[in-house]
């Protein structure tokens, strides 16, 4: 059986910006390394020992990660070096293809690490977001023209500049790329719902493009749980569940699915056995309470919505997959491996199988490659993709040229 990997991460080698990115902005925001030494607890009947730690990234002046304390740094360092080989693997394509050979994955969607928390962070401007998405695009379409039917490029959007984002969407359109990512969070003061966004998803979804809501822990913006903790611990139990779900709500609320009923997300990384409890609750309490307060946007249950028009990841081994099947049905289930981080390295796709014994043989077969397909593969011919360039496009930059016209004028971030 083939496995379509929806979650395949690869690492930035840290000499690419340099390269990439525009010239000037990089000389005023460089990303860097910091060298960092820190003194070690204490153990019974042992002085403290000072130890250096892996360097961690600055973007310009600021820290590339939030919340990111000597302890961490310390834990973090000791806890990637069992993963040094497989995040050297995903520097480089052929390396990445090599690791996804010996794990029997035919396919995978390949997403950032570090390009996510540059460009989303929230105290860089908004020039510099853009450039760095800018950036590391040009730098994965080199990735992954080593072998473009196997390493399928997931585009980078900057939310910080709403006006950029119809020319952002261009490029990903040209590059005949099928997907974006997009941080699940509330980013430059804007939710995923904002009306600053309403052309960005109808251009979207008039050129089928699937949009990836992936978030991650300890980045420098608004991600749920940041205002009460600073533990790591606390942050990732919070950070990938519940912003998904937010990010559902905020969509929803909005009218982005009621206006899109063909636009595609895809929920990364935060398991599944969210979807039944959250899905029940908008269904039977939230959405009943006050119906003419949400009846421009939400005209069914959001059930509905998310069962039409969304897609999520399931974690090997969580329980409940009977439920969450029972509710949306197992053709909306993707299988991620999220190689090559350290969060995920007990979840081994060898024994993918044995792992999800309670499903049949026909959904497991969907889950881990159809569905994955009919979520990031637009169903184009040849002929197809060849008009799509020299007509779809340039109808896309004659949307550019009436984005005010139509949007009214956005405010600068």
Same mark, same amino acid.
């Given at each position: 059986?083939?496995?379509?990997?929806?979650?395949?991460?690869?690492?930035?080698?840290?000499?690419?910006?340099?390269?990439?990115?525009?010239?000037?902005?990089?000389?005023?925001?460089?990303?860097?390394?910091?060298d960092?030494?820190?003194?070690?607890?204490?153990?019974?009947?042992?002085?403290?020992?000072?130890?250096?730690?892996?360097?961690?990234?600055?973007?310009?002046?600021?820290?590339?990660?939030f $919340?990111?304390?000597?302890?961490?740094?310390?834990?973090?360092?000791?806890?990637?070096?069992?993963?040094?080989?497989?995040?050297?693997?995903?520097?480089?394509?052929?390396?990445?293809?090599?690791?996804?050979?010996?794990?029997?994955?035919?396919?995978?969607?390949?997403?950032?690490?570090?390009?996510m928390?540059?460009?989303?962070?929230?105290?860089?401007?908004?020039?510099?977001?853009?450039?760095?998405?800018?950036?590391?695009?040009?730098?994965?379409?080199?990735?992954?023209?080593?072998?473009?039917? /196997?390493?399928?490029?997931?585009?980078l959007?900057?939310?910080?500049?709403?006006?950029?984002?119809?020319?952002?969407?261009?490029?990903?359109?040209?590059?005949?790329w099928?997907?974006?990512?997009? /941080?699940?969070?509330?980013?430059?003061?804007?939710?995923? &719902?904002?009306?600053?966004?309403?052309?960005?998803?109808?251009?979207?979804?008039?050129?089928?493009?699937?949009?990836?809501?992936? &978030?991650?822990?300890?980045?420098?913006?608004?991600?749920?749980?940041?205002?009460?903790?600073h533990?790591r611990?606390?942050? $990732?139990?919070?950070?990938?569940?519940?912003?998904?779900?937010?990010?559902?709500?905020?969509?929803?609320?909005?009218?982005?699915?009621?206006?899109?009923?063909?636009?595609?997300?895809?929920?990364?990384?935060? &398991?599944?056995?969210?979807?039944? $409890?959250?899905?029940?609750?908008?269904?039977?309490?939230?959405?009943p309470?006050?119906?003419?307060?949400?009846n421009?946007?939400?005209?069914?249950?959001?059930?509905?919505?998310?069962?039409?028009?969304?897609?999520?990841?399931?974690?090997?081994?969580?329980?409940?997959?009977?439920?969450?099947?029972?509710?949306?049905g $197992?053709?909306?289930?993707?299988?991620?491996?999220?190689?090559?981080?350290?969060?995920?390295?007990q979840?081994?796709?060898?024994?993918?199988?044995?792992?999800?014994?309670?499903?049949?043989?026909?959904?497991?077969?969907?889950?881990?490659?159809?569905?994955?397909?009919?979520?990031?593969?637009?169903?184009?011919?040849?002929?197809?993709?060849?008009?799509?360039?020299?007509?779809?496009?340039? &109808?896309?930059?004659?949307?550019?040229?009436?984005?005010?016209?139509?949007?009214?004028?956005?405010?600068?971030?």
């Amino acid at each position: 059986m083939i496995l379509y990997d929806s979650d395949r991460h690869l690492i930035e080698p840290i000499e690419i910006w340099e390269e990439y990115v525009d010239k000037d902005i990089f000389n005023q925001f460089p990303l860097h390394l910091i060298d960092e030494i820190v003194e070690s607890p204490s153990v019974k009947g042992a002085c403290n020992q000072i130890q250096p730690v892996l360097p961690t990234y600055a973007i310009g002046p600021f820290p590339l990660l939030f $919340h990111w304390g000597s302890a961490l740094k310390l834990a973090s360092s000791q806890r990637n070096a069992l993963s040094v080989e497989q995040r050297k693997k995903a520097m480089t394509a052929i390396e990445q293809l090599n690791s996804m050979d010996a794990a029997n994955i035919q396919v995978a969607c390949i997403l950032p690490t570090f390009a996510m928390y540059i460009v989303n962070h929230a105290l860089i401007p908004a020039e510099v977001s853009l450039a760095y998405a800018d950036a590391y695009n040009r730098w994965l379409k080199f990735y992954c023209q080593t072998d473009p039917i /196997r390493l399928r490029a997931v585009g980078l959007i900057s939310r910080h500049q709403p006006q950029s984002l119809v020319m952002q969407l261009t490029k990903v359109i040209k590059n005949n790329w099928t997907s974006i990512i997009l /941080r699940p969070e509330v980013i430059a003061k804007r939710s995923l &719902g904002h009306s600053d966004y309403n052309l960005f998803w109808a251009m979207a979804e008039r050129y089928n493009i699937a949009i990836v809501i992936h &978030g991650g822990t300890n980045l420098h913006a608004s991600t749920v749980g940041s205002d009460r903790f600073h533990s790591r611990f606390a942050l $990732h139990a919070c950070s990938h569940p519940m912003e998904a779900q937010m990010a559902f709500v905020s969509l929803l609320e909005s009218g982005v699915f009621e206006r899109h009923p063909q636009l595609k997300f895809g929920f990364l990384e935060a &398991g599944a056995s969210w979807v039944p $409890h959250w899905l029940w609750r908008l269904d039977h309490i939230c959405f009943p309470e006050f119906p003419t307060l949400v009846n421009d946007n939400i005209k069914m249950r959001p059930s509905a919505y998310f069962k039409r028009q969304c897609w999520v990841t399931l974690e090997l081994g969580e329980p409940c997959l009977r439920d969450v099947i029972n509710v949306i049905g $197992h053709k909306k289930l993707l299988f991620g491996s999220d190689f090559p981080h350290p969060d995920h390295q007990q979840f081994l796709a060898l024994d993918i199988h044995k792992q999800l014994n309670e499903l049949t043989e026909l959904e497991c077969m969907d889950i881990l490659e159809n569905n994955a397909r009919d979520f990031y593969e637009t169903k184009m011919s040849a002929m197809e993709v060849e008009e799509h360039d020299k007509v779809e496009v340039q &109808g896309v930059e004659n949307d550019m040229l009436s984005t005010d016209l139509l949007e009214g004028t956005f405010d600068d971030v």
